[in-house]
């Protein structure tokens, strides 16, 4: 059975795209989503620009996952090569990468001359706290599909403690409660 893309042309037959159209699509997607390009990956490859279907965007970023290196990235590489061959794989790496590592830059540059300012310090301690309240946000989200069993809480709770409240370093506290967690989930299923 032969798949077929939105328009309803065969797969096999799928029309080249240009570099630049390929470029510009992933550009709109990075410009977009600034720090979380996931949600408009799909949103402009399969509703916008109808270059996959549903079903053959969550096989490409499934694919995606299972490589090494960012998610978005490997997707961007594989639909660039399908559709506009290596140049099409370089142009959508490079639009989903380009306009976000000028932003970065500018922003350095930007920091650099006006960081001292106190508006500027004010802002960023603003943008810290709504940063980690997006966290936690985001935490809670995902903690609250988990079945409730005490071991995983117990190890979130404690992690928590440590770095959060403690302020002890990051890796030190992944490097002790890493393994207790695999243990315990071990334990669990054994």
Known sequence: MSQVE???TPRAERRRIGPLQIFLTFSRIALSGFGGTLFWSRYVLVERA???TEQEYVEKLAVGQLLPGPNVLNLAFMIGKEFGGYAG??????GLVGGP????????VLY?????LPLVQQTLAGMSAV??????ANGLKMISV???????LATVAISFAAVGVMRWPLAAVLAVMAPIALAGAWKERG
């Open 131 to 136: 940063t980690a309240g997006l966290l936690c």
């Open 50 to 52: 109808r270059l996959l």
């Open 146 to 152: 988990l079945p409730r069993r005490w071991r995983p």
């Open 112 to 116: 650099g001359i006006y960081g001292g």
């Open 6 to 8: 939105p328009s309803g």
């Open 89 to 94: 794989a370089g142009a959508a790496v490079l």
């Open 101 to 108: 590592f000028l932003i970065v830059i500018g922003m350095g």
